[in-house]
């Protein structure tokens, strides 16, 4: 009941060339697999479904299923069928014949496409639900219909577009249950465009990082996690620490010190932006020996058995006119207690690590002077443009 998906260098631009939606997508999503598909807003989530689904038809480039294009395809000949973030039922249907539309479509008769409506009703929780309007219905559960309506078109390709954003956590989670039981009965393809990162990390094999209509990383969960190749990669994907620094060799420096960077990254010398999960931080004493790094609690935030720190770090190398600091996200172990002032160690796990070239706006973001001299951010940024002026000159 799945098929490959292939876009192959789809472009869609709908104003100002300079600012296309999309440019030059390539992605692969391999039958029975799901890809999420996550990005800033208006960074083109949307419009890949779009034109993945035929709603509307890339400027450059193709869609293929298995191997075929389908460009000349109508939508509801792709098989394909995409959830929307709104559920968009049919107001005067009841439940059951707003499912039983997909099978009508197909071609099933009245008393068939029932039948099979009250199936995938059945999978979706809501047997009893089918005789009920759209207006009787809570809005995991028009969503959950909304689902049911698409499985019902026995879609090769299943798009979702942020379909539970809308939802409160708890609906959330059981809708991520569902698409889990989904993908165990009918292991349909699925592309679920999502800007939560644990439904990405939950449900999906793979990920898209979109950004400004490019894609910047195409990888596994777990690489996307622990090698973003951008700073909208690892943000995307709810990382919190980013030190700036320089690479030299295959070592980092910056306000930590000089880090020895894993071996499987290559990361280009010069300038570079240390990237790791607040996961991978680990909280002890400061007197702990084996913590490279010292600092000082500045927040704490509780959730449930863990928390939340922020730990300032300052450049403990001799006596400086402007002395950097840095903040790093750490939780605690469960049953830890920290407390704001409180003095720690600080140990990275090496592996955790990763460089990332910093974005434009990169440069004052994550580095704060300390009190005892404190230029104003104005006047640093008017040096950094200083600074520039003179290179370009050079
Ligand atoms: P996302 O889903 O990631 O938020 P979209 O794919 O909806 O982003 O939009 C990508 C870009 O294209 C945005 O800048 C958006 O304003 C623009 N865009 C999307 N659809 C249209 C449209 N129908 N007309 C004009 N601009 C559009
Ligand atoms: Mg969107």
């Known amino acids: 009941m799945s098929a490959h998906l292939t876009l192959r260098g789809l472009s869609r631009c709908y104003g100002s060339p300079a600012r296309p939606a999309l440019s030059d997508l390539t992605l692969a999503v391999p039958a029975g697999s799901c890809l999420a598909v996550v990005g800033p807003s208006g960074s083109g989530k949307t419009t890949v479904l779009r034109l993945a689904s035929g709603l509307d038809r890339p400027d450059a480039g193709d869609v ?53 409506a009250a199936e995938y009703l059945n999978l979706v929780h809501l047997s009893g639900f089918g005789s009920r309007h759209s207006a009787e219905l809570s809005g995991g559960q028009e969503q959950r219909v909304a689902l049911a309506r698409a499985l019902a078109a026995r879609p090769k390709v299943l798009l979702l577009d942020e379909p539970f954003s809308a939802l409160d956590a708890a609906l959330r989670s059981e809708m991520q249950d569902l698409v889990r039981q989904v993908r165990a009965a009918l292991d349909p393809t699925i592309v679920l465009v999502t ?5 990405a990390a939950s449900l999906a094999d793979c990920v898209a990082v979109l950004s400004s209509g490019r894609l910047v990383q195409h990888d596994p969960v777990e690489r996307i996690y622990s090698r973003p190749t951008s700073l909208v990669a690892a943000r995307q994907m709810g990382g919190r620490n980013e030190v700036p620094g320089e690479v030299r060799g295959h070592h980092h420096h910056s306000v930590l010190g000089s880090l020895a960077l894993p071996v499987d990254v290559r990361p280009s010398q010069g300038p570079g932006v240390l990237v790791f999960r607040q996961e991978s931080v680990q909280v002890s004493d400061p007197d702990d020996l084996g913590a490279e790094i010292q600092g000082l609690v500045k927040a704490v935030r509780p959730t449930g ?36 002032g409180e003095r720690v160690g600080v140990r990275l796990a090496p592996h955790a690590l990763a460089v990332v070239s910093p974005a434009p706006e990169h440069d004052l973001r994550s580095v704060q002077m300390t009190a005892a001299s404190n230029p104003p951010v104005h006047a640093l940024r008017r040096r950094a443009l200083a600074t520039d002026r003179v290179n370009q000159r050079r």
């Open 195 to 199: 800007h939560d990162q644990n439904e």
């Open 305 to 340: 058995p863990r928390s939340l720190l922020t730990i300032e770090v300052a450049d403990g190398g001799g006596p400086k006119a402007v002395q950097q600091t840095v903040e790093i996200h750490a939780e605690t172990p469960p049953g830890h207690h920290a407390e704001v």
């Open 64 to 116: 293929l299923i298995n191997g075929t294009s389908v460009l000349d395809v109508a939508p509801e000949d792709r098989g394909m069928a995409m959830v929307f973030q709104r559920p968009l039922l049919f107001p005067h249907r009841n439940v059951l014949d707003n499912v039983a539309f997909s099978a009508r479509v197909r071609g099933a008769s009245r008393r068939r496409a029932r039948i099979e």
